[in-house]
């Protein structure tokens, strides 16, 4: 169980953001990542979802995961490398909390990272629902992964 999961009040504010729509919660070494609901809301029903083993190494060249609905795919990045040290094996049986609880329950793998530096170059919050135009968390609004409205 990831300390995102652990947390009762997730605070979005505490993630960064990439412009390919992957959160990640830093503790140190320790990346945990997900996807947001800007995702989710896309592929709407997801009916498969792939994602690494433990101790495969992720790099930022090659997608680690892959979801998929009936009508979209979407392959899920990461802007650091490093070693899986966990996968959310929950979501192979329950992928609905992938679109129910993302930032909680939704979380994808964690990983180690030996070099962090990149993450400080990621989107905060408030930089990331600028730059798509839309509120985390927020089921009003539904948003294409190019961020514009639908």
Known sequence: MTTCSKKKNIDLDDFKYTSTHEWLYVEGNLITIGVTEVVTKKLGSIIYLDLPDIDDEILTIVPFGEIESVDDTYD???????????????????????????????????????????????????????????????????????????
């Open 76 to 150: 899920v990045n990461c802007p650091v490398e490093g070693e899986t040290t966990e996968v959310n094996e929950t979501l192979m049986n329950k992928l609905d909390i992938l679109d129910t609880d993302p930032y909680k329950k939704g979380w994808l793998i964690k990983l180690y990272a030996e070099d962090v530096t990149a993450i400080s170059e990621l989107m905060t919050r408030d930089e990331y629902e600028q730059k798509f135009d839309i509120n985390l968390n927020s089921r009003k609004r539904k948003t294409k992964l190019n961020g514009s409205r639908k």
